[in-house]
Every structure is written in structure tokens, then in C-alpha cells.
């Protein structure tokens, strides 16, 4: 089962880092992470995707809620939630190719933010399944460049993950 | 008050009420070294080796219940401590490491005993600290004794750059009384609906089982374990690490569980109803065949650490919190609730325990014309009536003394029970012997693993740390020659040495006491003598039988219940 746990930790050097070799040293797989400092910049959130039986990610959450400088986390995956996730792709864009680029790219709801005359570029936001269809749609030697951010996700409603 | 950081360190050392620190000095530690010279508060011991060091403030640790400190310089200082760190951190030892780094304008250039120490011990400390800034030194010290003695205890480190600890910069001094953490709150008291529910389930039970760990000991828990234990006449068997929390010689303990558990213990494991685990954690040099384990046993697990909690066996109440506040309140709630276990239950639970124990699983053969390493042991409890610090190093003696020396007292017996290090015992009897100068501290060792730290008889030496060293030499590393006999038809691949050194002469070189004892008859007098040797210390080279088995054994793979008895004790009688 795959599930998304978001953290607040410290925004202290090698938290990042603990919590990497927690999961290399035990084992646990991660598909995805991402971080960045909130509007409190002593404290950072990460978003983790991982996957696993209910037992792991049990041990999962325990041991990251074991370090130190973790604050708070919570699986967020287990209520209501928006995962959102950018991607940016370089394609090849000949002339003969634009206009089924463009009507793709608008019916996923991306945008173009580059042109050349042999190539675009696209940004496009969503989960991650999504971008998956999109990229589904193409045909690998389409494909210059493809950036994915990783996953980040909020709950729905009021409740949040705060200090 | 101004201090450089190397004052800093000496003072906030001083303010926490350090009373030994154990180290060894280098280049990135010159500026702390030159600090202690000429005070007297923190009394300096100086290790031949950093491994020693951490086990020697290991040792310490767990003999008292404070804090051990160790100091080292960079680079190879810094490594050497690692598997003294891994073997806290697998015990969950308080310590605290202090080790200096390379200047910080330097760090990342690979600079002369320049090592990322911080993230070579990132995996086995539960915290650890690289300090850039002078004025956060007395803080973070703080930090990392609060954080490893709280909660579930571990290691912490705190790496300090040269450059930090200058003795020409000063800055205002400040030790605070205490420090909060806004990431790290441990658990104190346990949930009241929680521990409602154990006592209905305790009530409840027709063959309980009380399986008690080192957490009972890490968290001074032994009285009120012995309490709930007596009050509820229930057995109880103890892992290796929370051996003494329960008098070892009492009629309810059925001895050690596990791997070279007593026969009687893990069969009431495998046949109760409910499991009442305190302070362990389920390893699997306890549970066997996971599948298999407590197959009939509902399960009721107390622990300060919610990770150890369900995480190789599942659990039915989990009580999260400190041993000893749970269990004084359980215990209040019992005794409020106006019921007992059912007596005539209990009554035939026992009587089933009593027929498991009468195979006398621990019996050996006591007219050996050679000397049984359990024969030794047996001697080494009543000598010292049971009453001595025994540590050991790793292996079949280690067994051996889990079996045969029936501790009475929490915080008696110390040996590395998660890591298994060998090479721990000795340092880490000078460690006890310096907390209690009085008492007898005894090192239980084998042949093999003394030498992996032989160098520290030079400390015990220059500390006047005269503990007694049981060495039961068998010429094998015992306990792989075990398994090989047992696994790969006897090929005894590089389990033995050629080259033994005479140990009584290397006694002797290092300015000790030496005696080799090669006969059973010699075996008390030599023991005797050697306790009387107070101001000594004394190496005692037993030469035992070579071939001797640690039984019970429950091989790799098997069930709790499937025991590999000794070949001379037959269970063909009705036991069930």
C-alpha cells in the first residue's frame, strides 16, 4: 500500500540525512521525498512517499517519530487529502507535431512555458498518477527531459499538521 | 563569566556532576586536555585504546544508572569508538561522547585526522551534534545529557571543532538547570484506560507468564516488578539483560528464556494464556521461530519506547510509558479491584512449570576429571554470594554466567546483550570497579575474547581497579565451535587458535596477579585466594573442558519449545 507521511522537523543540518539512513539502515523503501522550509524557517516539512504492509508503516512512523528532530508527522494518507505534485517535460515539438502537443498539454490543463522551434516545454501540476497519464500519452522517443518534484500533500478540511 | 570552549566543556562537565570521564587525547582535543590539567573534579581515565574508553564508561553506566562520558580526538579517536557506541545504543546505555573534530574552516577538506564523525555514528547514537558555534557549546552539552539519559536512554555525541574550543576566545558561560526540547517528549506515565484493561486481562488469566527485559533494570523497576510478581504468584522468566531485576533464586523465576533459556521457561512461554512482557523487546535471540512464538498467549506489552512495541510480535495492549509508573500503578489498581487470579488455575498452571523444572534442563556432569566452565561459575556464585558485579564478554561463558550465577540485584550483571561485543567485559569491569571500589567486580571472559581489548589491564593497572578476570579457556572460540558442531558437521573452521598467549606471565607483564588452574580441586582455593587478593587484580586462566556445550540450546529457525536438551537429560517422561 503506498502512503504519504508529511513530518515537521527541524530545520537543522543532517535531519535530512537521519531521516535517509533511517530508512537505508532499516530497510524501508521511499518512491519519493521532498523539503523545504515552512513559514517558520526553523522548521522544515518533509513529505515522504513510501510503501508498505500496515506493520511497516507502523514501524515506519514510530521510528521517525523516534528522531529527534522530528517534530510531528502524520500519515496523511489514511484521511481525506490533496497530493499535488510538478512536473516539467522537454519534448520534441517539429511543426508537424505542435498542434497535438498543445491540445494534449490543455486537456491535462499544463501550460507551455518554452518554445523553441524544435522542442517544448511543459509544466504541469497534479497527482501523480495523473502525471503518469500524461506521460503515458507520449512516445518515449517524444521525450527530451522529464524533472518530477515528488509528491507533496495537505489535508483536506480544517484540520492540519502544525506546531 | 567568560570561558573559552574549552573551558566551556571542562565546566559544564564539572555543573552536570560528572564524576569520571574516559579518554584518550589528540590534536583536535589538545585545547579540552590542556582544561582538565590540574582540576580534580572530573577525575580523568585514561584508556590504551578509545574502544575501551566506551566500554569502560559502559560499564559505569549501567553499574550506577548516571550518565558514562567518553572523550576522544578526530578521526581515528572518532572511529575507534564506534563499536563501544554500537553497543550502547543496542542496550540503550546512557552516554554521552565528546570528540573533537578538525577546525571548521576545514571540515570537508579531508584534513590530516579529518572524518564526517557525525555521520559515521549517525546509525547508532540516538543523537548526536556538530557544534559551530562557541556560544551554543554549554547548551548542547546539556542537550545531550538530557537526551541520553531520558526516555529510552542511548548515546549521544557531540562533536566539537578545534577552532570552537580556542582557549584565547571567550564568551559568557552558562549551564542551564534544564533543557526542553520541542521535537522530544517522552513518555512518563502510561495510559490509565490502557492499564485498566492489563488488569482485566490479568485477572483474567489461567496460565499467565510475567517476561521482564533490561528495561526493567534501565528503569529501576525491580521492586515494583518484584511486587506485582509475588503479589500475583505468577511466574516469570527474565531475557539476559533484565537478569537480577527479579531475585534470581526465587521459587516464581524459572530461570532465562530464549536461545539458552531454561527448559521450564520457554515452555511456559510457548503454553501460556497471557503474556506480560515489561521492559523487552521480543529479539529474536528470544522468540525463536516468530510464527510459533506464544501461539496461545494473549499479549501485554509495557515499554517506554512505542517502536518496540509491536514490531516482531503483534500486541494486544500496548501500555506506552516508564516501567516503573506503570507498574506502580497497575499494581495500585490490582490491589484496589478486590479480585485475584484464580488460585486453583494458577495452582495447576504450576504444577506443570513444576514438572518442566524437574528435568533439571541446567544439570552437568560434576565428576569430570576436567574442569566444567559451569563448575566454575557455580563456585564463582557462592564465593562471592551472589553478590559481586559480574560482567562478561560474549559467548558460551557469557551463557554460562546468565545460567549459573543467579543474580539477586538489578544492575549486577553487565554484558553486551544486543551487539554482543566481544572485547567489552574487561574495560568495562574497570568502569564498574571505579563506581564501586568496594565491591567485588568480576570480568567472566574466555580466551578469545579477552584479547580483543587486553590492552586496558594497563588502565586497570595505573587506576587501581583491582577486579577478579575469570578467564575459561577452552582453546576454541566456544560458542562458533558450538555451532559448528551442531550445524556444519564438526568442520571447526577457524574457530580455534594455535597461538594462546600464557596469560598468568601476561598478567604478570602487566603488573597483575596471575594463576592458571587446570584441575577441578583447584578451582575454589584459586577463587578463594584470588578475593582475598583485595588491592589485586587477578588473572584467573581456568583451563576447561574443550568440547562443553551451552544447553538448552533453541537452534536457528526453531520453535521456542523445540529445545536441544543435553544429550544426558532425556524429556521421554510424561511432561505435557
Known amino acids: 500500500m503506498r502512503h504519504i507521511i508529511s513530518l515537521l522537523l527541524e530545520n537543522e543540518a543532517g535531519a535530512l540525512a537521519r531521516v535517509a539512513s533511517l530508512f537505508a539502515a532499516r530497510g524501508y523503501n521511499i518512491e519519493a521525498l521532498t523539503v523545504a522550509p515552512t513559514e517558520d524557517d526553523s522548521v522544515s516539512r518533509m513529505t515522504i512517499v513510501t510503501c508498505g504492509d500496515e506493520r511497516i508503516i507502523e514501524q515506519i512512523t514510530k521510528q521517525l517519530n523516534k528522531l529527534i528532530d522530528v517534530i510531528r508527522l502524520l500519515d496523511i494518507s489514511e484521511s481525506g487529502h490533496i497530493e499535488r505534485e510538478l512536473m516539467l517535460l522537454k519534448v520534441r515539438a517539429k511543426a508537424s507535431e505542435r498542434d497535438e502537443l498543445k491540445r494534449l498539454t490543455d486537456i491535462f490543463r499544463g501550460r507551455i512555458i518554452d518554445v523553441t522551434s524544435q522542442s517544448y516545454v511543459i509544466e504541469m501540476t497534479g497527482d501523480s498518477a495523473k502525471l503518469d497519464a500524461f506521460l503515458a500519452n507520449l512516445a518515449p522517443s517524444q521525450i527530451i527531459e522529464v524533472v518530477r518534484s515528488g509528491p507533496t500533500g495537505i489535508l483536506r478540511g480544517e484540520r492540519g499538521l502544525h506546531l | 563569566m567568560d570561558l573559552s570552549g574549552a ?28 582544561a582538565l590539567f590540574g582540576q580534580e573534579d572530573v577525575k580523568h581515565v585514561l584508556v590504551r585504546h578509545e574502544q575501551g574508553a566506551t566500554h569502560m564508561a559502559d560499564g559505569y553506566a549501567r553499574a550506577t544508572g548516571k550518565t558514562g562520558v567518553v572523550l576522544a580526538t578526530s578521526g581515528p579517536g572518532a572511529t575507534n569508538l564506534v563499536t563501544g557506541i554500537a553497543t550502547a545504543y543496542m542496550d540503550s546505555i546512557p552516554m554521552v561522547i565528546l570528540t573533537g573534530q578538525v577546525p571548521t574552516p576545514v571540515i570537508g577538506s579531508d584534513a590530516f585526522q579529518e572524518c564526517d564523525t557525525v555521520g559515521i555514528t549517525r546509525p547508532c547514537v540516538k543523537h548526536n551534534f556538530l557544534v559551530k558555534d562557541r556560544g551554543e557549546l554549554a547548551e548542547t552539552i546539556k542537550k545531550a545529557f538530557y537526551i541520553a539519559s531520558t526516555g529510552r536512554p542511548g548515546p549521544v555525541l557531540v562533536d566539537i571543532p578545534k577552532d570552537i ?134 499479549v501485554i506489552h509495557i515499554d517506554v519506547d512505542p517502536a518496540s512495541i509491536a514490531k516482531n510480535v503483534p500486541v494486544d495492549i500496548p501500555i506506552v510509558g516508564q516501567v516503573k509508573p506503570v507498574l506502580t500503578d497497575l499494581i495500585s489498581l490490582l490491589k484496589s479491584s478486590g479480585h485475584q487470579p484464580n488460585p486453583e488455575d494458577l495452582e495447576s498452571w504450576w504444577a506443570r512449570i513444576e514438572q518442566w523444572r524437574s528435568i533439571e534442563c541446567l544439570r552437568y556432569d560434576r565428576k569430570s576429571t576436567l574442569i566444567k566452565p559451569q563448575y566454575v561459575i557455580e563456585q564463582l556464585w557462592e564465593i562471592t554470594g551472589g553478590d559481586a558485579y559480574v560482567t562478561s564478554d560474549v559467548g558460551q561463558h557469557q551463557m554460562w554466567v546468565a545460567q549459573y550465577y543467579h543474580f539477586e540485584k538489578p544492575r549486577r550483571w553487565i554484558n553486551s546483550g544486543g551487539l554482543g561485543t566481544m572485547g567489552f567485559g ?8 571505579l563506581a564501586h571500589p568496594d565491591a567485588d567486580v568480576v570480568c567472566v571472559t574466555g580466551e578469545a575474547s ?127
Open chain 2, 7 to 34: 573551558e566551556i566543556v571542562v565546566q559544564a562537565l564539572k555543573d552536570e556532576g560528572v564524576e569520571f570521564i574516559f579518554g584518550y587525547p589528540g590534536g583536535a582535543v589538545l585545547h579540552i586536555y590542556d
Open chain 2, 426 to 433: 574487561m574495560p568495562a569491569a574497570v568502569g564498574v570497579k
Open chain 2, 450 to 576: 579477552i584479547q580483543m581489548c587486553i590492552q586496558e589491564l594497563s588502565t586497570a593497572l595505573q587506576y587501581k581497579a583491582p577486579i577478579k578476570i575469570v578467564n575459561l579457556n577452552n582453546r576454541y572460540m566456544g560458542m562458533v565451535r558450538q555451532w559448528q558442531e551442531f550445524t556444519y558437521e564438526s568442520r571447526y573452521s577457524h574457530s580455534y587458535m594455535d597461538t594462546i598467549p600464557d596469560f598468568v606471565r601476561l598478567a604478570e607483564a602487566y603488573g597483575h596477579v596471575g594463576m592458571r588452574i587446570e584441575k577441578p580441586e583447584e578451582v575454589r582455593p584459586a577463587l578463594e585466594e584470588a578475593f582475598a587478593l583485595k588491592d589485586r587484580l587477578v588473572f584467573l586462566d581456568f583451563i576447561t573442558d574443550r568440547t562443553e556445550n551451552v544447553y538448552p540450546m533453541v537452534e536457528a529457525g526453531k520453535a521456542q519449545h523445540q529445545m536441544r536438551l543435553p544429550p544426558w537429560i532425556s524429556t521421554d517422561r510424561e511432561l505435557a
Open chain 2, 165 to 298: 574550543t580556542d582557549p584565547n576566545v571567550k564568551v559568557p558561560y552558562h549551564y542551564p538547570d534544564s533543557v526542553s526540547l520541542r521535537s522530544y517528549k517522552p513518555k512518563v506515565k502510561g495510559n490509565p484506560r490502557q492499564i485498566k484493561k492489563a488488569t482485566e486481562m490479568i485477572l483474567s488469566a489461567r496460565r499467565p507468564m510475567i517476561y521482564s527485559g533490561g528495561g526493567v533494570v534501565l528503569g529501576e523497576a525491580a521492586s515494583e516488578l518484584t511486587e506485582l510478581t509475588r503479589w500475583l504468584n505468577f511466574p516469570i522468566t527474565s531475557t539476559l539483560m533484565g537478569l537480577g531485576a527479579y531475585p534470581g533464586s526465587d521459587r516464581q523465576f524459572l530461570g532465562m528464556l530464549g536461545m539458552h533459556g531454561t527448559y521450564e521457561a520457554n515452555m511456559a512461554m510457548h503454553e501460556c494464556d497471557v503474556l506480560i512482557a515489561i521492559g523487552a523487546r521480543f529479539d529474536d535471540r528470544v522468540t525463536g521461530k516468530l510464527d510459533e512464538f506464544c501461539p496461545y498467549a494473549k
